[in-house]
């Protein structure tokens, strides 16, 4: 450096807002506590407004918009005051970043904020990866993994990749991809309730492709895909454990039982 430089000035942290989602509140919330680790070890400072709600996609999907951008509003918000908002599931990742800007593309007021909410969402894997580029995995997983693409992440936001690169970095962990990795588990949300009989038989072939693959571990990063697998797993005797990626990967295991374990 020449001696009439100065040194970079270090760069500000990226203030994140995590949506944490209503399934993992409820359900799961070391995905919630996870998530905060990894974003944290990315050099993020991480906040959890405590605003926040449902994101709105139940009242979206039966067409009942006028709930929806009531909830839309709530989160909105909470969040644009944040660099980011990161979440870990790639259907309430859907929903902020591409259907807000539908729900309120008759408002003049609200569009505008919609718009730029929308432009600063993200899937938790898809930021530690494109706007963190994390690279520093310290996680330890001794088994063999596959993974399910679930469809928001994949067939919406893109979500593919970015995971596996990932989890690649788990030392003692094997990746062993199913097939039929991109095919629906059957669960969409409401789609289980309203057509329980194909949702059986959809997350029933998804299990099979599961156990054909020879892994001991089931990962995801759709909370509610993994319990509609691990619930048909059970049922079915199987002994496969059932983990959120993000859970792997910030080394939260220990003492966690896996989704659909007797703990549980």
Known sequence: MPPDSK????????KV?????CLVDLFRPSIGFAAVKLLQDAGCEVQVPCAQTCCGQPAYNSGDNQDARALAEQVIAAFEDYDYVVAPSGSCAGMLKLHYPTLF???AVWKGRADAFAGKVYELFSFLTEVCEYKNVAACYPGIVT???SCSGLRELGVQAQPRMLL???RDLTIEEMSDAQTCCGFGGSFCVKFPRISERMVANKARAVLASGADTLLGGDLGC???LAGHLKRAGSDIRVYHAAE???DRITGVPGLGDPQD
């Open 168 to 170: 690649s970095q788990v």
């Open 226 to 228: 993994l319990l509609n």
């Open 248 to 250: 792997v990967l910030a």
């Open 17 to 21: 807002g995590l949506f944490v989602t």
């Open 7 to 14: 040194p970079p000035a270090p760069r500000e942290p990226l």
């Open 105 to 107: 593309a008759g408002s």
């Open 147 to 149: 993974y399910h693409d």
